[in-house]
């Protein structure tokens, strides 16, 4: 195992820049999840450690060493892709065994690690058999086997969970999360599914267009975004943002369309400061003086109700954990928990 270390990274494909100078530190054994939507540069981040793409400018350092010129042979990583990338010609076991037979390791102690791999990860009745042979969940855990095998300092996930289905998806986050709490290696794992990272992470790292917004667990990220970016990506369904301005006379809060909003402490945001109020689905109550919300559709999911309304020129959404037989175009009164509001700049987004 091994600490990772990333200062101003950066990575330009011709003038077009990708990467602009992220720092992130990765401690010994920590599992450290970048997240974030398509396109936002997570992928990229990860090759680069695992020394799959050039870097441009800026060092990488696994352990001790300076890895920036490593071919992915020499950095004492381990990379499981998307696309299982499994020989078909090959058994499960010779493709787990693969990368320890180019090493030319000795074939005992290769079998020893191939059988010690698929017993934790319940592949041993399957290594006689082909990847056509397998389900998706199987040849994913083929791949993490071979990983495995190769006992790396760092292991490095990019997406891997994105080929299965709902059901298998959450079935291999608790295999994945089991792994790490069994082996402790230290662990990058890629994804755009926030509820994933929320579940897999000791640490989040949030990207948006080649940069990390903000690095923390994830209920630190969850509780405190550090802008409207994090705040609306993190949570599902993402958080209600309406528009208003800090009101300091008698009613301390945010008026919005008419309305007080509740605000939990004071903070410095000037009285008649233009902000966004941020509140999450979950932290709505229904009473009988509050913000009129009209309500356009009801999704009931069996646990809790989902509440599709219009408050203003705001569309909001809210989550009630009993059944509330609620019909379109009802004026529902919703008030906001004063003490899990959040203001951010309306200009910049970033949190007050």
């Given amino acids: 195992m091994a600490q990772v270390a990333v200062r101003d990274l950066r990575k330009s494909f011709g003038s077009v820049d990708i990467i602009h100078g992220v720092d992130i530190d990765i401690a010994d054994g920590?599992?450290?999840?970048?997240?974030?939507?398509?396109g936002c540069g997570k992928s990229t981040l990860l090759r680069m450690i695992a020394g799959l793409e050039r870097v441009t400018a800026g060092t990488i350092h696994i352990g001790e060493r300076l890895v920036n010129n490593l071919p992915p042979a020499e950095r004492d990583i381990a990379m499981v892709f998307q696309s299982y990338a499994l020989y078909p010609h090959k058994t499960v076991a010779a493709n787990m065994a693969f990368a320890l037979k180019l090493r030319k390791t000795d074939p005992a102690v290769v079998k020893e690690r191939?059988?010690?791999?698929?017993e934790i990860l319940g592949l041993t009745p399957y290594l006689a058999r082909y990847p056509r042979q397998l389900s998706g969940g199987q040849r994913q855990r083929v791949a993490m086997g071979r990983a495995i095998v190769r006992d790396p300092q760092v292991f490095l996930f990019d997406e891997p969970l994105?080929?299965?289905?709902?059901?298998?998806?959450?079935?291999m986050r608790t295999e994945i999360k089991e792994l790490h709490q069994r082996l402790e290696t230290t662990t990058v794992f890629v994804t755009h599914d926030?509820?994933?990272a929320m579940t897999l992470a000791d640490k989040i790292a949030v990207m948006?267009?080649?940069r990390i917004e903000q690095v923390?667990?994830?209920?630190?990220?969850?509780?405190h975004p550090d802008n409207v970016f994090v705040a609306t990506f993190i949570g599902s369904p993402a958080m209600n943002l309406i528009p208003g301005t800090m009101q300091r006379d008698g009613n301390f809060g945010v008026e919005a369309y008419g309305h007080r909003?509740?605000?939990?402490?004071d903070s410095s945001v000037g009285d008649g400061q233009p902000v966004l109020y941020g509140i999450r689905p979950e932290h709505f109550d229904l009473v009988d003086e509050g913000i009129p919300a009209r309500v356009s559709v009801v999704e009931p999911t069996g646990s809790e109700t989902l509440v599709f309304l219009r408050f203003g020129e705001t569309d909001l959404i809210a989550i009630f954990h009993d059944w509330h037989d609620f019909e379109p175009g009802q004026i529902v009164h919703l008030g906001p928990r004063p003490d899990k509001a959040h203001l951010f700049d309306s200009t910049t987004g970033a949190r007050i």
């Fill in 261 to 265: 909003l509740p605000v939990g402490s």
């Fill in 162 to 171: 994105s080929n299965l289905d709902a059901k298998l998806r959450l079935q």
């Fill in 30 to 38: 920590e599992f450290v999840v970048l997240v974030g939507p398509s």
């Fill in 194 to 196: 926030q509820i994933e």
């Fill in 208 to 210: 948006q267009d080649g």
């Fill in 114 to 118: 191939v059988d010690n791999a698929a």
């Fill in 216 to 223: 923390g667990t994830p209920l630190e990220v969850f509780a």
